[in-house]
Structure formats: structure tokens, C-alpha cells
């Protein structure tokens, strides 16, 4: 099997109001998906429905990998008042043998000891990005990566997408910057 | 063993989160004696209602927000998707909390205990029975934070307040029966009952109450 997601016809309603119907797709191993639409669309929605934190109202999804899902949302999911250093360890990635390397790449090698309420807004979602950049996933969803980051970060982050694809992960991810690699559209 | 290190760090480096419980139970015992005209025989009599209610608020108290955090900044929704037993998380969560509030308010109230009845026999009695009661009632308010978590802390911890009636009567019952110098021991094993049953349902719900919040 070369396929990580199917969706087959899915549909979400709140409350009354459909926010997306009809939505099909597959997504192949190597391969990424760009979701593109309106504020308020559903684009998140989508997104966290692959993820499987929201069920659709309507339609089928199977996702097809043994391994953890790798998720960026809009929530950072690190503690304001713990260190860089504990917030890494919360995140299991303290051991991870690339740390070292992805914490130079951000500069944020000398920060370890600052808490994180310290930091800027994008040294914080640098450090969430760490989750992504130590990912031991097939599939990575990413909801607005480059919000907050600098276009060097940016660089680097487009770089790690197309390294990750030509080792046969599968990316779904909606962005209103523009990120240079090559993907699938889907509009809703 | 990862997942309670982890709760561990977080609830430690958050003073407020467990010093302040803690401080106001020490100032609920010890504003008690001096705000009421009793005689000792009286103040022996009624202390122990007043440590139950006492164990009771800070409790509700220190669980206002036990998962409310990790569900604003996104960490339930990490647990969620990455761990699959996510009800063993929120059993460690809740274990942790009574280890770092239940248990020295445990220790305290029967410090507090033998300090006013002046019998230390007494406090060897009430210490396992204040124990057993504070994770019965850490299980409990967890569940109504966890119902209310968007909705504002105060509704859900009201609505699982009646379900602690029971213990509140079990715990006078224990207080007769050691008074009187009778077997207590029954009413220790049916709280005992009544926390293995909770440590192993509530969290299980609470993890599908989560679930339906994150959704």
C-alpha cells in the first residue's frame, strides 16, 4: 500500500451551518497535500479531523500508518513557565540524537535555561517546530507552520518538507504563506 | 514512570498550584479554634467535620484547573494524538496531584488531629481514612473539571459535589466509631472499595469527556 490517508466523501456540520461536503482525497507516501480556502473554511477542521480529534459528520477516512501522526496546530503545546531544557524533555525530544543540530540551526542553543514565557513568539514556535524537525512519523500535519517565523526559518523549514517527501513521508498542511515544494492542491 | 516524572516537574514548578491548597487548608485548621467560643469537649466534638469540609474545599480548590491549562496550550491535544492510553495520562495526572496536595494535607489534618484531641492514637486512626478520602475526592472534582473545562470550573465541580455526600457520611460514621472505640476498620475497606472503583472508572471518563472537548 503507497497510500497513508483516504478520504472518501466527508462532510462537517455545526450545529446546522456545513462548513465543507464532498471532500475526497488520498494522499500517496511522497507526497503533499496543500489545503487551500477561506478564513472560517474548515482548512483546521480538516486537518484535525486527519489527526483524529474530530470525527466528520459525514464520510469515511482511514489513515494508514502504524506510526504516531505528527501534528503542528496553532497551539505550541509547550508551558509557559518551565525552561526550553524542561519543555524539551516534556516532549520527549531531550534524547533525540538530531537535537543538538536543530537547536544550533534556531539559535537556540544558548536558551535552554530561559523559560519560555521569556522567548519571543517565534522562538516559541521554533521550539514547538522541534516536534516536527524530531518527528518520528510517516505522516506530518501542519496547520499555518510559518506563522511567527522569519524567512530564514522559513527557508530551513521548506528544506526539512522537501528532505522528508524524498524520503517517502506524506505532508498534509495549510499555509496562507507560500511554501516552495512541490504539493497537491485542495480547495474547500 | 515518564508520564508522572513529567506531571511532577509541571505541578512542582507551579507554586501556586500546590502551596496555595495547602496553605489554606493549614489556615482553615487553625482559624477554626480560634473563631469559635467552645468548650475543648465541643471543639473535639465538631473538629472533625470541619477537617473533612476543610479536606473537602482545598481539594476543589486545587483541582480548579487540573486539566484546564493543558487543554488552552494544546498538550491534551499532543496526548490525543501521540499517546493511545490516554486515561492512563489522566490517572497519573490525578495521582500526582494527591501525592503533592492530598497527602500533606493528610499528614497536616492529623497533625492537626492529635493536636486537638490529644490522643495520638487518634491520628493513626484518622491518617489512613484522610488518605483514602483525599484521592476519593481528587477522582471526583477531576471528573467536574473535566465536564465543565470550557465552560468555567465552578458548574462541573457543583454538579459532582452531591456524589461526595456518601463519603462525607461514611467519614462521620468513621469519627463515631473511633470515638466510641469501635472496629472502624469496616469503614476504611469501604472507602478502599469505593477508591478502586473510582481509580480505575473516572479516569476512563474522563479521558472520553477530553476527547469530546478536543473535538
Not at chain 2, 496553605?23 to 472533625?48: C, G, H, N, R, W
Amino acid at each position: 500500500m503507497n497510500a497513508l490517508v483516504k478520504a472518501q466523501n466527508l462532510s462537517y456540520k455545526i450545529n446546522d451551518k456545513k462548513l465543507f461536503q464532498g471532500i475526497s482525497f488520498e494522499l500517496l507516501k511522497g507526497k503533499a497535500l496543500h489545503i487551500q480556502g477561506e478564513n472560517g473554511s474548515g482548512k483546521t477542521t480538516l486537518l484535525r479531523m486527519v489527526c483524529g480529534l474530530t470525527k466528520p459528520t459525514k464520510g469515511d477516512l482511514i489513515t494508514l500508518t502504524d506510526k504516531e501522526v505528527c501534528f503542528i496546530g496553532h497551539k505550541n503545546a509547550i508551558k509557559q513557565y518551565l525552561n526550553v531544557e524542561d519543555n524539551l524533555a516534556l516532549m520527549n525530544l531531550n534524547n533525540h540524537h538530531d537535537l543538538q543540530k536543530y537547536l544550533s540551526v534556531f539559535d537556540l542553543d544558548k536558551s535552554l535555561d530561559i523559560n519560555i514565557a521569556n522567548l519571543s513568539f517565534g522562538q516559541q514556535k521554533k521550539i514547538a517546530l522541534l516536534r516536527l524537525f524530531l518527528n518520528r512519523s510517516d505522516l506530518l500535519i501542519l496547520d499555518e507552520p510559518c506563522v511567527g517565523l522569519d524567512t530564514n526559518s522559513q527557508e530551513i523549514l521548506v528544506d526539512f518538507l522537501k528532505k522528508e517527501l524524498a524520503n517517502g513521508k506524506g505532508i498534509i498542511y495549510s499555509s496562507h504563506i507560500f511554501l516552495d515544494f512541490d504539493s497537491d492542491s485542495l480547495g474547500i | 514512570m515518564q508520564v508522572i516524572k513529567f506531571e511532577f516537574l509541571k505541578l512542582l514548578k507551579k507554586s501556586r498550584g500546590w502551596l496555595g491548597p495547602i496553605l489554606v487548608f493549614i489556615l482553615i485548621m487553625i482559624a477554626y479554634p480560634l473563631t469559635v467560643e467552645v468548650s475543648d469537649v465541643e471543639l473535639k466534638q465538631s473538629f472533625f467535620s470541619i477537617l473533612w469540609i476543610a479536606a473537602l474545599l482545598v481539594i476543589m480548590l486545587a483541582t480548579e484547573d487540573i486539566f484546564l491549562e493543558d487543554f488552552n496550550d494544546g498538550t491534551l491535544e499532543q496526548y490525543a494524538i501521540l499517546q493511545k492510553n490516554l486515561s492512563f495520562i489522566i490517572g497519573s495526572k490525578v495521582f500526582v496531584y494527591w501525592l503533592v496536595i492530598g497527602v500533606p494535607i493528610s499528614i497536616i489534618g492529623t497533625i492537626f488531629c492529635v493536636g486537638t484531641t490529644s490522643q495520638t492514637a487518634f491520628g493513626y486512626q484518622i491518617l489512613p481514612v484522610l488518605l483514602v478520602s483525599t484521592y476519593i475526592f481528587m477522582n471526583v472534582f477531576s471528573f467536574g473539571n473535566a465536564l465543565s473545562l470550557t465552560k468555567g470550573s465552578v458548574l462541573g465541580t457543583l454538579v459532582t459535589l452531591p456524589l461526595l455526600l456518601p463519603i462525607l457520611i461514611i467519614l462521620g460514621k468513621v469519627v463515631v466509631a473511633i470515638n466510641f472505640d469501635l472496629n472502624y476498620s469496616g469503614f476504611l475497606l469501604l472507602l478502599l472499595g469505593i477508591l478502586s472503583i473510582i481509580i480505575m472508572i473516572i479516569p476512563m471518563i474522563i479521558s472520553y469527556i477530553i476527547r469530546a472537548h478536543l473535538e
